[in-house]
């Protein structure tokens, strides 16, 4: 299969989280001006002036992108970028973060010597601070900007058993790891007289048992995210796609007590195997738009209702958008005509008038 770009993995988060016009068409601006190394090519200020809208709420809708998968991108400097990932991540080492804010041309001529001075730290416990800083991505949307073919190995299996859907983690992919016993025993026997060397080791087993616990973490949250889907998405699963229902990252993140964040990285590049086929996680969020008597309907339903309109529409007389609003609106859903053309756009589905013309050239040949 192939990889999503930065800009299509960014849009598909913004399409979930701003649902007020003016907000979306601003996230989407922005993120049609991020750079391949997901940095913001343009200005607030910028941006503000050429939608005529206030710099507040773009700085509030800035700060909400970078807070999406991957962590960063939208920010215009490199402290921006590695600040927004420390806030993402909830990384709590104020002197890592005093380091990124106002010393990074330290790290970058590596003039550790002087930064531990100015910081009145031993180079020892600099380091610990400079190891943090080590594992941010200074060019947050790297990882995305190679095209190249994936080979996707499912993380989640659903199965039905005994009537019941069930979820399964696929350990294949986790890493299993423990706790060096060596420096455990070392710490507590031979470097008694080295207080120094002891607190060293005590900060590096802390941070060791600190990722071990982080990494046993997210392995439950994938299991939570994966059980809430199955379980809201029973019938989808019974039935096919006519019966998939809307759900966005703010309604699992409110249900799971997590942050709308949380759940955008966790189901980025993942895959559930189901009996219907193999999924990207992404497939299953998506808005909900009103039925006639209130109800949601999937805007995923909509897509596949629209498309098979087209599929089985006269070719002479293909289907105008506004009649596609009409018939959608006789099965009880209420769409604007804009919505259609934007989703029949998604779908790589020409204007009625280029369909017909298509068509009248086949017929001539």
């Known amino acids: 299969s192939r990889r999503p770009s930065l800009w299509d993995h960014l849009n598909w988060q913004a399409s979930l989280t701003f649902f007020e016009p003016s907000e979306l068409a601003i996230a989407e601006f922005i993120i049609g ?24 709420k773009v700085e509030k809708v800035r700060d909400q992108i970078k807070m999406f998968d991957p962590p960063g991108c939208g920010s215009l400097t490199l402290t921006e970028v590695l600040l927004s990932q420390m806030d993402s991540l909830n990384l709590q080492d104020e002197i890592a973060r005093k380091i990124v804010s106002d010393y990074l041309p330290y790290l970058q001529k590596s003039d550790h010597q002087e930064l531990a001075r100015i910081l009145n730290l031993s180079l020892q416990e600099l380091k ?13 949307g790297r990882k995305y900007s190679e095209d190249k073919t994936i080979y996707v190995t499912p993380d989640i299996y659903v199965l039905k058993e005994d009537e019941e859907w069930k979820v399964y983690i696929n350990e294949e992919g986790l890493p299993r790891l423990r706790l060096n016993q060596f420096y455990n025993r070392l710490m507590q026997a031979g470097v008694k007289d080295d207080q120094e060397t002891a607190r ?43 019966y998939i229902k809307p759900m966005t990252l703010l309604e699992v993140a409110r249900e799971l007590g997590l942050h709308e964040s949380t759940i955008g990285r966790v189901v980025a590049n993942k895959y559930m195997m189901t009996p ?5 996680l992404k497939f299953f969020f998506h808005k909900s738009l009103s039925g006639t008597y ?11 209702r629209i498309k098979k309109l087209i599929e089985n529409e006269d070719r002479a007389n293909p289907l105008s958008d506004d009649e596609i609003v009409d018939i959608l609106s006789k099965e ?15 779908l790589n589905l020409p204007p009625s008038h280029i369909r017909k013309k298509k068509f009248m050239m086949e017929e001539v040949r």
Do not use: C
């Open 276 to 280: 219907l086929g193999l999924y990207p």
């Open 332 to 346: 009880n859903i209420q769409i604007a005509r804009r919505t259609v053309a934007k989703y029949r756009g998604q």
């Open 200 to 242: 060293f080791l005590r900060e590096k087993m802390k941070q060791a048992l600190w990722f071990i616990r982080s990494l046993d973490q997210r392995k439950r949250t994938i299991y939570r995210v994966a059980k809430y889907i199955v379980e809201r998405q029973k019938e989808f699963l019974d039935k096919g796609i006519d």
């Open 128 to 140: 610990l601070h400079l190891d943090l800083i080590k594992n941010l991505e200074p060019t947050p």
């Open 33 to 56: 001006n991020i750079n391949e190394d997901g940095y913001l090519a343009l200005s607030p200020e910028a941006v503000a002036a050429e939608l005529q809208q206030p710099l507040e």
């Open 294 to 304: 209130g109800e949601g309907v999937s805007s995923l339903k909509i897509k596949e």
